[in-house]
């Protein structure tokens, strides 16, 4: 895959909620041409919910962006909590590359006993983390990968982590998310 066909890409990212309130999460989407913010989507997810998968494949392919995207972009496997992401699911619905960001590498143990002791679900949840593998460390991050190389997940990164490892479309949507939850942005994605 060149690397002007990876220029039109969206970052995911979900608000701040409470975990002991089941409700609803906001998700933003930033939109980005290179380095450009184009636009945003946002919709909502259940806390612990299972209709994330659902949620984003609505999001992206609902949206007058969707013929020009070729990239999306995760900070994490799940939101609101652990409702988590078919990424496989999600990947065969949008038939674009998909990618998740992490600053570190996750605790899986801990999210294994989460999910299965404490969530609806969680067998078959637990089950959809277990299936991508462990994360792989690449330029400053860890990412889990569908549709692309190592090589080409590290030339995206490099060349959207303008102002830290993390590139700017999950940045710009964790931004914009704690806004919309919170009423102000806070703290790193």
């Known amino acids: 895959m060149a690397r002007s066909s990876l220029s039109h890409v969206v970052g995911f990212d979900d608000g701040a909620f409470d975990k002991y309130r089941h409700a609803t999460v906001p998700v933003v989407g930033a939109v980005f041409s290179g ?3 184009e636009g945003v989507l946002t919709g ?3 806390t612990d919910g299972a209709n994330a998968t659902r949620v984003l494949a609505g999001l992206v392919t609902g949206s007058k962006f969707a013929p020009q995207l070729q990239l999306v972009l995760l900070q994490g496997i799940a939101l609101g909590g652990f409702n988590v992401i078919d990424l496989n699911g999600l990947h065969e ?3 674009m590359p998909l990618m998740v960001v992490a600053r570190r590498q996750p605790r899986l143990d801990k999210i294994r006993e989460a999910l299965l002791t404490r969530v609806p679900g969680g067998a078959r949840k637990w089950a959809l983390v277990e299936r991508l593998g462990p994360m792989e460390p690449v330029a400053g991050v860890y990412v889990q990968r569908l549709g692309l190389e190592l ?4 030339e995206v990164i ?3 982590a ?3 490892n993390i590139p700017e479309p999950l940045r710009a949507a964790h931004l914009i998310a704690g806004g919309i ?3 102000q942005s806070r703290g790193r994605p």
């Open 35 to 37: 380095l450009r913010l």
């Open 44 to 46: 909502r997810v259940r």
């Open 93 to 95: 619905r949008l038939g």
């Open 151 to 154: 090589g080409q997940a590290e």
């Open 158 to 160: 490099r060349r959207l």
């Open 162 to 164: 303008v102002h830290s």
């Open 181 to 183: 939850a919170t009423g």
